[in-house]
Structure formats: C-alpha cells, structure tokens
T-cell receptor, first 110, second 112 residues
Framework: QKEVEQNSGPLSVPEGAIASLNCTYS??????FFWYRQYSGKSPELIMSIYSNGDKEDGRFTAQLNKASQYVSLLIRDSQPSDSATYLC??????????FGTGTRLTIIP | DAGVTQSPTHLIKTRGQQVTLRCSPISGHKSVSWYQQVLGQGPQFIFQYYEKEERGRGNFPDRFSARQFPNYSSELNVNALLLGDSALYLC???????????FGQGTRLTVV
C-alpha cells in the first residue's frame, strides 16, 4: 500500500515569511512528485513538479526532492494572503497513478 | 486553450439512483483519470484510462465504472448510490509517462 504523509496543519505563517511544507512517501519506486494547491471548494491546481533529486525553483516556489530519504518539500517565499490554501503532495509511480497525501492547510497571517 | 472540462458542476441524487459524470481532457492528452475527494482528505484514485483502455482501477466497488471514448473524453458511472458516495469527483488529464496531470473543476455530488 503506497502512502504519502503530510502534516495536516493548520500551518500559520506571517505575511512575507517563508512557508515550509513537507511530505514523505513510502514507495521507493516513485518516479514523479507534484505539489497541488487547493482553495476551499475548488479543484487542485498544479503548482510544482519535480522528477530528480535537488531543488527546483519557479518564482516564489521551490520544490526539494530527496529520494534517499523519500522526502519532498515545498518552500513558499514572501508568503502572501492569497497563498492561504490546502497544499497537496502527490506521488506518481510506474503505474502512472497519483497517490495523494491528506494535505496541509496553510494560513498566511497579514 | 481549453483546460479540462467536467460536467455537471453540481449534482444532487437520491440513494439508489445512478449518476454519470463527464470529462473532456486537454487537447492532445490521451490519458484521463478519475478521483474521489471527500472533505478533509486527499483525492483517492478510482480509474485511469489511456488510449481508450482501462490502465488502472482503485479500491472502489463494482458500482463504479468508467469508459473512454475515441475523442478521449470519459464518463464515470456510479450505480446504486449510497450516502457515502457524496464527494467531489475530479477528472485529471495527462499525457503518458510520468508527466503532469491537470484537474478539471470537479463535480460536487450530493446523495440524499
């Protein structure tokens, strides 16, 4: 049974600070790793994908992957109130199926 | 470019009824997957179709079925609805080979 674990939060971060979201996964055969943002009542929106060890930056977002530790993280710099949402970590293996964590609820405090 | 489109957006059904949800993928994407998301949980995998063939099935009862059409659109059918089937049903569109999946706006199903 593949598992993806996230701290459900809520995580509260002051506006302008760095938000750090973490995720661990159980299947060592996992190939692709994704972060989705989901606003309340809406569908998940893809914000980052990462496929190899190391860091990947896109604007204010940085994804980090460590396959040896089976660990994925997302950093959000200069956090804005509009970043308040639930962040879902998702992992895809050779079966092409996405396995999601339960999500971390992030609140940016003005 | 149109994204993933799902219909309807909201639906209310009575226990025991049947429902059909529809999804049109992003142009050029040949893979469609269906997920169920209940409140407070991450999406759970139901089905995956690629090139009109079922490529994966999650841990859902046989009341759930799906198909993919020659134009790569897809339908999810749920028979004999239970109260516990109330959820947000999500369709994801992707190419194949570990690439990114993009979700439609979802169908909110309420079973009463």
């Amino acid at each position: 049974q593949k598992e993806v674990e996230q701290n459900s939060g809520p995580l509260s971060v002051p506006e302008g600070a760095i938000a750090s979201l973490n995720c661990t996964y159980s299947d060592r055969g996992s190939q692709s790793f994704f972060w989705y943002r989901q606003y309340s009542g809406k569908s998940p929106e893809l914000i980052m994908s990462i496929y190899s060890n190391g860091d990947k930056e896109d604007g204010r977002f940085t994804a980090q992957l460590n396959k040896a530790s089976q660990y994925v993280s997302l950093l959000i710099r200069d956090s804005q109130p509009s970043d308040s949402a639930t962040y879902l970590c998702a992992v895809k293996g050779l079966d092409e199926k996405l396995t999601f964590g339960t999500g971390t609820r992030l609140t940016i405090i003005p | 470019d149109a994204g993933v489109t799902q219909s309807p957006t909201h639906l209310i059904k009575t226990r025991g009824q049947q429902v059909t949800l529809r999804c049109s993928p992003i142009s050029g994407h040949k893979s469609v997957s269906w997920y169920q998301q209940v409140l407070g949980q991450g999406p759970q995998f139901i089905f995956q179709y690629y090139e009109k063939e079922e490529r994966g099935r999650g841990n859902f009862p046989d009341r759930f079925s799906a198909r993919q059409f020659p134009n790569y659109s897809s339908e999810l059918n749920v028979n004999a609805l239970l109260l516990g089937d109330s959820a947000l049903y999500l369709c994801a569109s992707s190419a194949w080979g570990g690439t990114e999946a993009f979700f439609g706006q979802g169908t909110r199903l309420t079973v009463v």
